[in-house]
Nanobody, 115 residues
């Protein structure tokens, strides 16, 4: 069983920054790719960023150059540093990983970008 717990969301003004954290249980963390998704009201859940077990990264075009995903295997934690935030970044952000054929999600953390 894998548990993912996100934190770090909140209300921020346009142009501001937030750092999200996702703490994962279990000893499989270092061998798994980890990802951040987001879902705005009335929209589908979309991939924001992904980091492989080796540290390779991929980003949605909408966040390239503004968001950075990273991981600390010693702490079983993945981070999402979000800079230059825009109102359209407002969404619930979810941490995700797959273990075998099972898909795991965190409970989500709300990010609101508004003046």
């Amino acid at each position: 069983q894998v548990q993912l717990v996100e934190s770090g969301g909140g209300l921020v003004q346009p142009g501001g920054s937030l750092r999200l954290s996702c703490a994962a249980s279990g000893s499989i963390f270092s061998r798994n790719a980890m990802a951040w998704y987001r879902q705005a009201p009335g929209k589908q859940r979309d991939l924001v960023a992904l980091i492989s077990s080796a540290g390779g990264t991929n980003y949605a075009d909408s966040v390239k150059g503004r968001f950075t995903i990273s991981r600390d295997n010693a702490k079983n934690t993945v981070y999402l540093q979000m800079n230059s935030l825009k109102p359209e970044d407002t969404a619930v952000y979810y941490c995700h990983t797959d273990v075998g054929f099972r898909s795991y999600w965190g409970q989500g953390t709300q990010v609101t970008v508004s003046s």
